[in-house]
């Protein structure tokens, strides 16, 4: 055995990689993201919008989701995750949290969202996302908001 299977700090507990996650979100750290993902990390999101579906590994969900999001979110304007509530056991991590924005279009932007995660080694390998997907695709994609 060595060290690193000994040492606390090369496998986090997951309480801590979810939150360094969700740091990284707030400051829009796309190094951060990519190093807390595992290889295999598989990402599912709800709904009938551009983000929708599974996303596997890195640099598909940077390419399919983070790549994309961003491109719906003033640049210059604050992105914040408030997070309610963190419930952890072993590897499982829930996190109720509301994330604020503004949208390109300079709309006020506002979501309730519980997110499930899976960490294993320290990395994420598993979330999914539940929020009103039909507020989403609304306010950032405008999906829906014909009549």
Known sequence: ???????????????????????????????????????????????????????TGPQEISEKFFAPMAERFDPGAEYAVDVAHVVAEGSEVVVECVTRGTTVDGAPYRADISAHFTVTDGRITSMREFFDTQYFARTLFGVGSGA
């Open 1 to 55: 055995m060595t060290s690193a299977d000994t040492d606390p700090a090369a496998h986090p507990d997951a309480r801590s990689v979810v939150l360094r996650y969700l740091g990284a979100l707030r400051e829009r750290d796309l190094a951060t993201l990519a190093e807390v993902l595992a290889p295999d990390a598989a990402y599912r999101i709800p709904g009938d919008h551009p983000v929708a579906g599974v996303w």
